[in-house]
């Protein structure tokens, strides 16, 4: 077979590895392809210490040469060009990344079982598709089952990727659509329903990644089979040839004996992230094109530490264990540690917890790279899997020998429990010594990926995800919805149907309620409107929409405001007006009515319900439903009895808030915009923090409200916002005047502002005052330079504010106002600074721990600017709080 063979991906002989395998090279850690191969021997060099290495290595060399020779003469069957990137029922199409992808018809093992398949189109690309490529094209598997034949012979393992996209293809509804796969007899999906798991995980695609056996005789064989009265479909395969990288056995969590020989297992990647820094794109994985995720969803919210990045003065280098192939020098260069304060640590466990399908055996892969400390004994840990011990004392310094060596760790883990319901907890703890008094008690981690393995029965696959009731509830009344097709007003008017209607929304929104107020700091409630768009739908917003919130009629809107009524006007803006109303004959809610006159509006007003409907957060305002009707564009909120945090701050006759109130508010203020910022795929900016903007409910929860001016990461570059001037002044970052580029440390500016206006409850702009104190943000910068800023705070809670409280809330509201967004901490560096100040307020004393004097009587001053502890290697977050005078 010939096939064009990708430009930018490793091209692999299989010849080759027959004299990698013949030499033994495997054991001298080099990896299999031939590129790699050479660029590892650099490595090893470089690295060589006896001479008894170099004869090795000039034998290899020698030997080298010669099976060359000899491959290229043998008369061989010709080498197939890998990896096979297949873009099923598509054309031959290259991808944004340069990688090409073929079309999937020849590898169909017979024209008999091609004729019960059908190549379509997707009818539109979900904006949550990473790319068009392969998504937008499938192969449906009618009835029987269709192998695919690949033509690999691999003396290493295989990268299997599997792309599904769920949507609707001609006319076959993406939930009617359960199939099975298997790969050379291992099964690897089972009644898998791709649209279900996608809803559950709030996706619009799903890619499943399986490492196979080595393929040493015949071919890989791939065949998938609808399950009875069903069908199937696929858009994307890979076939990429990897480095073994699970040679070594692994202890199993909690058992003493034989540890995990994974040689004979096929294995499923189940997680893979990049701890403490940003999404890795497959193509900045040299090659090997794994994508790594952001570990901020997976991170139990009790303490969620802090985040740092290696400094530029410090190399980090592969060793002969760890190379590119087992990670990109990226995910070494950043980690998540539990943070500077060690009597705070000392009460929490650092913790990821991972859904996974029980009655499997998992791999978990901790990668470390201690980039600040270079002694051993300085950062001492024990790590649980699953409240079992699995290593007490991990010292990443004692295991890699040095600063910048990067080392991973793996440990095997059985999980046990009601089937589909099993779950991984990634647990660290600071080891505390009996017999060494250490100053520093803390974790760190750098990576961190998770397999599972087949179990006995040759099998991976796992239950298809149960979505959460309220998605369920929301589904069945858009259901009901279309099946009556009318609009709700007609459905109240009468019949059955539509009280069940009615009942089901009312499920919704209290369900919606409940589930967000359990969750605690990140949230990610599985909403994905992907898989209720109707095929041919005419772009309308209102589909993309429709099944996660509620489409009101004006009528409603209407009874529900007293006919608009000025009396209901609860606040207005550049959008419009916002009236309080009610729904369902009692229910509270805002509505925000769009000034018919402003053009900008269209564009605000979809931008908001689609933003809106897609992140869900404790501290995000709730969008309930939307009307659009008659040129009205109405959003309609949940109500916030408390108002706006301003009115509770200044020019008020409400009772001031005590600081401690302050302090909570603005701690779920920030965790609001953190999830903005890191929570979804790419970085949403809000653009418009200000006090006005973060509403208070009725228990005095903050909620990030105003979405309609965010934008995400991704457009940013290709949308220029220089034109137009968005935000409010006295907030507005001064660096977007520099260089008219918001980022989202213009956020953390603005927050910075609010963070001061709350501390000295006075308007950020007060044209009243002499000329030198009319900006807030200037003037405190000021007095924090003259250090006066005392003398600043709102004297109604002078009194109850703990000192040390004071200092790290100036100190953190002080850099959010840096000048250049470089020097301003992220937003979740802000978030940690204020959870701990809010520790400090109501913890003043500090944690007593009665063995060790050291601890309790370490003051968070000694603690700050102990040197010895926190060398100037360490991130911008930690130097902020090191050196409190400033740089
Ligand atoms: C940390 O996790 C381990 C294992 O689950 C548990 O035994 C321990 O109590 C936890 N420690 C704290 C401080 O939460
Ligand atoms: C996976 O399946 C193979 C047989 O194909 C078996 O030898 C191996 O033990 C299985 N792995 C596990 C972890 O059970």
């Given at each position: 077979m010939h096939h064009s063979s990708p430009s930018s991906s490793p091209r692999f002989l299989t010849k080759s590895m027959d004299f990698i395998v013949f030499l033994n090279i495997e054991d001298l850690h080099v990896p299999c392809s031939f590129p790699f191969f050479l660029i590892s021997f650099f490595h090893f060099l470089s690295d060589m210490k006896s001479i008894s290495k170099s004869l090795i290595f000039a034998l290899c060399c020698c030997t080298f040469t010669m099976s060359t020779f000899h491959v290229l003469g043998e008369n061989s069957p010709e080498p197939e060009p890998v990896p096979f990137l297949l873009s099923c029922g598509g054309k031959e199409i290259t991808d944004s990344d340069g990688r090409n992808w073929i079309p999937d018809g020849e590898f169909l093992a017979s024209s008999d079982s091609r004729d019960d398949t059908e190549a379509a189109t997707a009818p539109y690309p979900d904006p949550l598709l990473p790319s068009p490529v392969p998504y937008m094209n499938a192969r449906i598997f009618r009835s029987s089952s269709t192998t695919y034949k690949f033509p690999v012979f691999s003396k290493s393992r295989l990268w299997l990727r599997l792309h599904f996209y769920p949507t609707t293809y001609g006319d076959h509804d993406p939930f009617r659509a359960y199939f099975s796969v298997a790969a050379n007899g291992i099964t690897l999906l089972n009644n898998f329903s791709a649209a279900v798991t996608a809803k559950a995980i709030t996706q619009a695609y799903i890619l499943r990644e399986f490492s196979l056996m080595p393929v040493v005789s015949g071919d890989l064989n791939l065949t998938i089979t609808p399950c009875k009265e069903s069908y199937a479909f696929i858009n994307g395969i890979e076939v990429i040839p990897m480095p073994d990288i699970f040679q070594k056995p692994v202890a199993i969590v909690g058992y003493r004996d034989e540890p995990l020989d994974l040689r004979g297992s096929t294995l499923q990647t189940m997680f893979r992230l990049n701890i403490g820094g940003e999404f890795i794109a497959p193509q900045e994985d040299s090659g090997l094109t794994r994508t790594w995720y952001e570990d901020l969803p997976y991170l139990s919210s009790t303490s969620i530490g802090a985040t740092s990045r290696a400094n530029k003065d410090v190399t980090i280098r592969y060793t002969e264990e760890v190379t590119a192939d087992i990670a990109p020098l990226n995910v070494y260069s950043t980690a998540r540690t539990m943070g500077p304060y060690s009597k705070i640590n000392l009460k929490h466990n650092l913790t990821w917890i991972f859904q996974v399908d029980a009655d499997f055996t998992y791999v978990v892969r901790l990668h470390f790279c201690e980039y600040q400390l270079s002694r051993i004994k300085e950062r001492v840990f024990d790590i649980f899997l699953n409240n079992q011990t699995a290593q007490r004392g991990a010292d990443v310094i004692e295991w890699s020998g040095s600063m910048g060596k990067p080392v991973y760790k793996d440990y095997a883990v059985f999980v046990s429990g009601l089937p589909g319901a099993g779950e991984i907890r990634v647990e660290l703890h600071p080891t505390i010594s009996t017999t060494r008094k250490l100053n520093r008690y803390d974790a760190i981690l750098n990576g961190l990926e998770v397999f599972k393995a087949n179990d006995t029965n040759e099998n991976l696959a796992g239950r298809n995800p149960v979505p959460s009731e309220m998605l369920t509830n929301a589904e069945e009344a858009y259901k009901q919805h279309q099946a009556s097709g009318s609009n709700v007003e007609e459905m109240v008017a009468g019949g059955v149907a539509s009280s069940a209607v009615l009942i089901a929304l009312v499920v919704f929104v209290k369900k919606k309620k409940d589930n967000v107020s359990a969750s605690k700091t990140v949230n990610l409630l599985?909403?994905?409107?992907?898989?209720?768009r109707k095929s041919g739908s005419t772009g309308s917003f209102v589909n993309i929409a429709a099944g996660l919130c509620r489409h009101f009629s004006l009528s409603e809107i209407k009874n529900g405001t007293k006919n608009f009524d000025e009396s209901q006007v609860i606040g207005v803006g550049g959008f419009g007006k916002v009236y309080k109303g009610t729904i369902d004959g009692g229910t509270k809610v805002a509505i925000k009515r769009s000034n018919p006159s402003s053009e900008q509006g269209v564009d605000e007003f979809q931008n908001e319900i689609e933003m809106l409907s897609k992140l869900r957060h404790r501290h995000l305002v709730s969008l309930i439903g939307f009307c659009e009707e008659a040129g009205e564009m109405i959003l309609v909120y949940d109500y916030m009895a408390n108002g706006t945090l301003r009115e509770h701050l200044y020019k008020t006759d409400k009772p001031p808030l005590s600081w401690k109130q302050r302090l909570e508010i603005c701690v779920g203020a920030a965790s609001g915009l953190h999830y903005l910022h890191t929570g979804a795929r790419y970085p949403i900016i809000h653009r418009d923090v200000k006090t006005t903007n973060i509403l208070v409910d009725e228990n005095w929860i903050a909620k990030v409200s105003d979405f309609g001016l965010s934008k995400c990461g991704s457009t940013l570059t290709q949308t220029h916002y220089s034109t137009m001037v968005k935000g409010s002044f006295g907030y507005l970052d001064p660096e977007y005047f520099r260089r008219q580029q918001l980022t989202d440390k213009s956020d953390v500016y603005s927050f910075g502002v609010v963070l001061f206006e709350v501390l000295c409850a006075r308007p950020v702009l007060d044209s009243n005052l002499p000329k030198e104190q009319v900006s807030l943000a200037d003037y405190v910068q000021h007095c924090q330079r003259r250090g006066t800023l005392r003398r600043m705070i709102d004297p109604h809670i002078k009194g109850e504010m703990n000192p040390e409280c004071f200092k790290v809330f100036a100190d953190v509201a002080g850099k959010c106002i840096s000048d250049n967004g470089i020097d301003r901490p992220s937003m979740g560096d802000v978030l940690w600074n204020l959870e701990f100040c809010l520790q400090l307020q109501e913890n003043p004393g500090g944690v007593d721990m009665a063995n060790d004097t050291h601890i309790a009587t370490l003051s968070v001053d000694e603690e700050i600017v102990d040197d010895e502890v926190y060398s100037p290697r360490l991130a911008p977050v930690f130097s902020m709080i090191a050196d409190p005078r400033g740089r």
């Open positions: 599985p909403i994905d409107g992907s898989s209720h």
